[in-house]
């Protein structure tokens, strides 16, 4: 079996006898419960027993020879905003974990996941209400990245426990959510590749909201691929063999407008050492300004689509409960409560210009590349001490990955760069609802990055 769980290294070990489904349940379960590791803080809540008689049945009806779904055997976590029949959902808050009942239903995605066979672990630790890029989370603690640990960095957020659940082999991949980064971010925070969908792709179902307009849901993973099974099975669609080709004669349209602003040194160095890459195996570069993109600016300014919606949602919650949040989080939630109408208009209007003229800009390329994350990791002490060093962090983390989501566009991160540096993620973002395209091309540049033979 690979060192590097995959969904289909995993799979085939168990067909081949390699290994049982409680085995690695089981494997799963010893690094989650590990007094010197990050278990603890990576999950809020876990399945042990349910899991383990799952992968038991699972066992027995391999041996008998019985047809089972693409998933059948294989554990992952599930961020704590999908709801899991007979579990609480509480989005990474104290106060919502006290209060919350059991959910009646599986949310749709987890009903198709369950349905495929997969094995739910456990629900992950995110920042509460899935409101910042960073990760941290003062109720439950903050899991620390797997790089520089001695240090101690943010994991990426807000799917924080989700990205460490896979990078530390607690799961063979993790289920997340994307309204502004939430999966690309900590993907590429822990070397780890990471799919967000076009809008409206997946069901939203049984979900909890922080943005209904930007909303999705993605996985994380350790390989592309991994993330194809997954995205296919939660869109309720059959699982494609993947059409990886050559990327020789692919236009890529290499993103100027904000993206490419004020990035970390490693990060720009990284960013441009792919790109060397990607042009020596024939892809055609191209640099492209797109004033659209603005628009993102001038949304924020106005206080957010993320801000309005999440006020509306929850501030009959907040106005209950806010002593017990996050503060962070809780003055967000707050100052959108000065955003008019007028202005929630005018956000969705300039999202609709956003997306139709960068559409014309962008159309004739196969996909728009840039890094996913502005910043390697930032350490966590200097955040925790100081409001302005947080916020300016925050904003620099979901900079680039925001505009995927006021797009709606679907984007992939790989990772990129030599594993002893910090971790870097490179984007591909293509345009809305070609979700298929863009897992193919992230695929085979990950290919070429990593000097595979393409057949």
């Known amino acids: 079996m690979s060192e590097v769980w995959t969904i289909a290294s995993i799979r085939q070990a168990l067909v081949n006898g390699d290994i049982s489904s409680v085995d690695l349940v089981s494997a799963a379960f010893g690094e989650i419960e590990r007094e010197e590791g990050e278990g603890g803080r990576s999950f809020v809540r876990t399945f042990k027993n349910a899991a383990i008689t799952q992968a038991a049945a699972t066992d027995a009806l391999r041996k008998m020879n019985v047809p089972q779904g693409p998933l059948a055997g294989i554990p992952i976590s599930i961020k704590d905003l999908l709801n899991i029949k007979g579990e609480k959902t509480s989005a990474g808050s104290k106060a919502l974990a006290s209060m919350a009942e059991p959910a ?16 739910f672990l456990g629900h992950t630790n995110m920042t509460e209400f899935a409101y910042s890029g960073l990760g941290i989370n003062p109720h439950f603690g903050t899991p620390l990245n797997v790089w520089d640990r001695q240090i101690g960095r943010v994991p990426g957020g807000s799917s924080a426990g989700a990205a460490i659940s896979v990078v530390e082999n607690m799961a063979v991949a993790a289920i997340g959510s994307d309204t502004g980064g939430s999966v690309r971010i900590p993907a590429a925070f ?4 990471g799919f967000k969908p076009s809008y409206g792709r997946h069901p939203m179902k049984g979900v909890f909201t922080l943005g209904r307009s930007l909303d999705t849901i ?3 993973a350790n390989s592309i691929q991994c993330c194809r099974i997954l995205d296919h099975i939660m869109a309720g669609l059959p699982v494609p063999d993947p059409d990886v080709r050559s990327i020789a004669g692919l236009r890529f349209g290499i993103l100027e407008t904000i993206a490419l602003d004020g990035l970390d040194v490693e990060v ?10 990607i042009s020596k195996a024939g892809a055609r570069l191209e640099r492209i300004k797109v004033d659209a993109i603005h628009r993102f600016s001038e949304i924020a300014q106005l206080g957010g689509l993320v801000g309005a919606e999440a006020h509306h949602e929850h501030r009959a919650f907040m106005k209950a409960h806010a002593q017990d949040m996050d503060p962070r989080v809780a003055s967000r939630i707050a100052a959108a409560a000065s955003i008019s109408a007028a202005d929630y208009i005018e956000m969705l209007d300039l999202q609709k210009d956003m997306q139709e003229r960068t559409h014309l800009a962008t159309r004739n390329y196969d996909a728009i590349l840039m890094p996913t994350v502005a910043m390697i990791p930032p350490e966590i002490k200097p955040l925790l001490a100081s409001d302005e060093v947080y916020r300016e962090a925050n904003v620099k983390s979901l900079r680039n990955t925001s505009i995927g989501n006021v797009l709606g566009r679907p984007c992939a991160t790989i990772p990129i760069g030599p594993a002893d540096s910090a971790p870097i993620g490179l984007m591909i973002m293509g345009e809305k609802n070609a979700d298929e395209q863009v897992l193919n091309i992230s695929e085979a540049i990950d290919n070429t990055l990593r000097g595979r033979a393409i057949s």
């Open 104 to 119: 009646k239903e599986d949310a749709v995605i987890i009903a198709r996941l369950r349905a495929a066979g997969a094995i």
């Open 190 to 193: 822990n070397r780890l590749y």
């Open 218 to 220: 993605g996985p994380i």
């Open 268 to 277: 720009a160095a990284g960013f441009v050492r792919a790109l060397e890459a």
